[in-house]
């Protein structure tokens, strides 16, 4: 039991190594261009002047991150998709965003099954 807690508190007292990146900037120690964007998760990144990565900006709920910029998160379906609803046939179609969006329904064809 001695030797548990002696190496627990060796541990404690030497710290972890964690080189040159910084945790809180989620800097990933990789040099960056000024203006140069990324994403992390769902938060956009910028490069500083320094060549430095910046403090992550969380992106807004509902929206995700796509090279480095913030924009609504496709939830929809897959363009081209279809499925044959309560309501009848849907159509996945291209929406604002680049992202698909199911269409009206219309009548399933006959021996269709719905979903």
Do not use: K
């Not at 190594?17 to 809180?24: R, S, V």
């Amino acid at each position: 039991m001695r030797h548990i807690v002696s190496f627990l508190m060796l541990g404690a007292l030497t710290g972890c190594a964690t080189g040159d990146a910084d945790p809180l900037r989620l800097d990933d120690g990789r040099p960056c261009e000024p203006g140069e964007r990324r994403c992390v998760a769902r938060a956009t990144q910028t490069c500083g002047p320094d060549g430095l990565w910046g403090v992550p900006q969380g992106c807004r709920p509902g929206e995700g991150c796509a090279e480095g910029v913030c924009a609504l998160a496709c939830q929809g379906c897959t363009v081209g998709e279809q499925r044959c609803a309560p309501e009848g046939l849907q159509r996945c179609v291209a929406a604002e965003g680049g992202c698909g969006a199911w269409s009206p329904p219309e009548a399933c064809a006959r021996g269709a099954r719905r979903s």
